[in-house]
């Protein structure tokens, strides 16, 4: 029967009875280093035909094998569109640009923003004037990100003239507010950690005053950026006359070196009269054009012809490769040098040069409890520890899925003793999803210390790991010492990504929802999980698909669509048994969108259903009748 009452609708934030408070939950997240290379001919065009097996990824001189390889084109160009959208900052480093220089700059990247923002590319705008403004944070709306750009803001060291008297003095102050721009840099890279995809950073600057301190900085700036997956890209103010050339970006090695060697060499040294830095210091692009060559950026040399720079730079966001491996056990924090190499003559290729170790994917590889895990997962027994489990997953990318792992675990069995006043336990985790072949892969382990007031509370448990689509058996088994251990097991099937076609996620069940804020720098700062995030609302994937009539009962799903396509989609329940269906929201068209993904929260009518087992069953449809259904079983209680 149909139900008029059933629609699909985001969930709006006055809608919903928020929940403001603090979440107490474990996570932690594997490694699989994502390698972003853009691949340039001998004019700088971009070379579109490479396959998996013309590029070879390189770490501390090693070849690794590739698991991930896919062509991003979220522009509409040809290959496979991206599924989380681009983000860019515009970074005023005002400081160093004299006061002509900002109106030239402001003016030209609010064409830029004109002609490049849409759902799929978010922009951000940010000043720095030895403290960082994040004057519009990211958004797809061109005019909030044009009032951000025209509110030109003027810096300590270009804002007026420097007599002699008074360079000495300053001189240590500008080098402090040089130090101060590369950590802005840094904290704003580690902010964008959470957020999924590429992102790039377009720093437009006069330069840095040279220090022997400058190449720590930068390294550090260099290190944050590249563990978000963040390319830093610069727009040279610092001697526009002497640099102009028919060369609008030079990405030339012999430009900037990688941080890791210092402050690199070559790139002019200026001092540009009584309102630039003060006397005896030397400014010039080198720190900047560093960072840049590390993060696998550029630094636009020609800044008479600033909006084709801009170009130059946009046109990063538009054609680039992605590749992904699982590299080998390291110390955690550890640093290591990338090289990526493409077999093919007179080609360029821009990537990261070095990646940093978040935690360890596999704490417990090698000892005692790993082997007692491994035996207890392939042995028939389930374990005396009760848990429950979902695993929705999402794309990020034509090949590679990220798989949320939600778990709650009962504590009846754990052991507990008081430490400090508290009822302590540790916990040893081990995750495995395998082929029907026998093989891993993907695996992660982890050493989990509780120390909590109430040991009768729940223990919920949060992970996300990366892996290619596939049939898969995904293990978990833990244990807390003695003889207590739990065991859960469940396929997981993720099909391959069909970019010409509507395509929906793994649904997220949730009881949890919290405000969110509107894409800001800071959401999910240092989490180590991606934010489920619809109309302002984050979603808490649930660890369990039972709900009671009186519980807040909610889904989270993502639809991936080419881009400009119209797409709609229908919402059912069914009476898992009989299969009968309760209640059908009719076909419900969605809003136009140029979005290459689409995410959707709705709320689930317990209220409308009797105490019973139920199949939510979701259906996208194009506009030419193409559909594909996903389905995710719940319980009323």
Do not use: W
Not at 426 to 448: H, K, M, P, W, Y
């Amino acid at each position: 029967m149909r139900n008029a009452g059933l629609s699909l609708c985001l969930l709006l934030t006055g809608g919903l009875a928020l929940h403001a408070q603090p979440r107490t939950v474990i996570q932690t997240e594997t490694r699989l280093v994502v390698v972003d290379a853009v691949v340039t001919g001998k004019k700088g065009d971009r070379v579109l035909d490479l396959a998996k097996k013309d590029f070879h990824v390189f770490e501390d001189g090693k070849e690794q094998p590739l698991q991930v390889f896919s062509f991003e084109a979220p522009s509409g160009g040809a290959g496979a569109a991206a599924s989380d959208p681009q983000r860019l900052i515009l970074f005023f480093d005002n400081q160093s640009l004299k006061p002509t220089d900002q109106v030239r700059a402001r003016h030209s990247a609010a064409s830029f923003i004109d002609a490049n923002v849409d759902a799929s590319r978010l922009m951000a705008v940010a000043d720095f004037d030895g403290t960082l403004h994040i004057s519009q944070n990211f958004t797809d709306n061109p005019g909030r990100l044009k009032d951000a750009v025209n509110q030109t803001r003027y810096g300590g060291i270009t804002g007026g003239a420097n007599s002699s008297a008074t360079a000495a003095s300053s001189a240590s102050l500008s080098e402090q507010n040089a130090r101060s721009l590369m950590g802005m840099i840094t904290n704003l890279a580690r902010n964008l950690s959470s957020m999924p995809g590429r992102k790039i950073i377009v720093v437009l600057s006069a330069g840095l005053p040279v220090s022997s301190d400058s190449g720590h900085d930068v390294e550090a700036a260099a290190q944050a950026c590249n563990r978000s997956n963040t390319g830093v890209y610069a727009i040279d103010f610092s001697s526009p006359l002497n640099l102009a050339s028919s060369n609008t970006a030079d990405t030339s090695p012999a430009d900037a070196q990688p941080a890791r060697g210092g402050m690199g060499r070559g790139g002019p040294v200026a001092t540009r009269g009584p309102q630039a830095a003060p006397v005896n210091e030397q400014v010039d692009m080198r720190a900047v054009a560093s960072l840049a060559q590390s993060t696998g950026g550029f630094v636009v040399r020609d800044a008479n012809d600033l909006l084709r720079g801009f170009e130059e730079v946009g046109k990063e966001q538009n054609e680039y490769y992605v590749l992904g491996y699982t590299p080998p056990e390291s110390k955690e924090g550890s640093c290591h040098n990338l090289r990526v190499k493409v077999d093919r003559g007179s080609v360029n290729v821009r990537a990261r040069s070095s990646y940093c170790s978040n935690k360890a994917q596999d704490l417990l590889a090698g000892s005692s409890a790993a082997k007692d895990l491994e035996a207890r997962a392939a042995a028939a027994q389930s374990g005396n520890v009760s848990a429950t489990m979902q695993l929705p997953f999402f794309y990020i990318g034509a090949n590679v899925a990220r798989v949320r792992v939600a778990m709650e675990i009962v504590p009846d069995a754990l052991k507990f003793e008081t430490k400090n006043g508290k009822q302590h336990a540790e916990l040893n985790v081990l995750g495995i999803a395998s082929t029907a072949d026998g093989d891993t892969a993907a695996r992660f382990s982890d050493v989990v210390k509780l120390d909590v007031d109430d040991r009768r509370a729940p223990v919920r448990y949060e992970k996300e790991f990366k892996i290619a689509p596939g049939q898969y058996k995904f293990t978990v088994v833990f244990s807390s010492g003695g003889a207590g251990f739990g065991k859960l097991e469940t396929p997981l099937v993720i099909e391959p990504r069909d970019a010409g076609a509507p395509q929906l996620s793994g649904i997220a069940l949730s009881k949890q929802v919290h405000a969110a804020s509107d894409l800001g720098l800071d959401a999910g700062l240092f989490e180590d999980t991606t934010l489920l995030i619809a109309n302002g609302v984050e979603f808490v994937p649930s660890p369990s698909n039972q709900f009671h009539k009186d519980d807040l009962a909610v889904f989270y799903v993502e639809l991936y669509q080419p881009s400009g396509a119209e797409s709609a989609i229908r919402t059912r329940v069914l009476d898992r048994k009989s299969g009968e269906q309760k209640l059908d929201s009719g076909l419900l068209k969605l809003p136009p969108t140029n979005a290459p993904v689409v995410p959707l929260g709705q709320k689930l009518p317990v209220a409308e259903l009797a105490p019973g087992a139920y199949t939510l069953e979701l259906t996208a449809v194009s506009a030419a009748g193409k559909e594909f259904k996903r389905t995710a079983d719940f319980e009323l209680r």
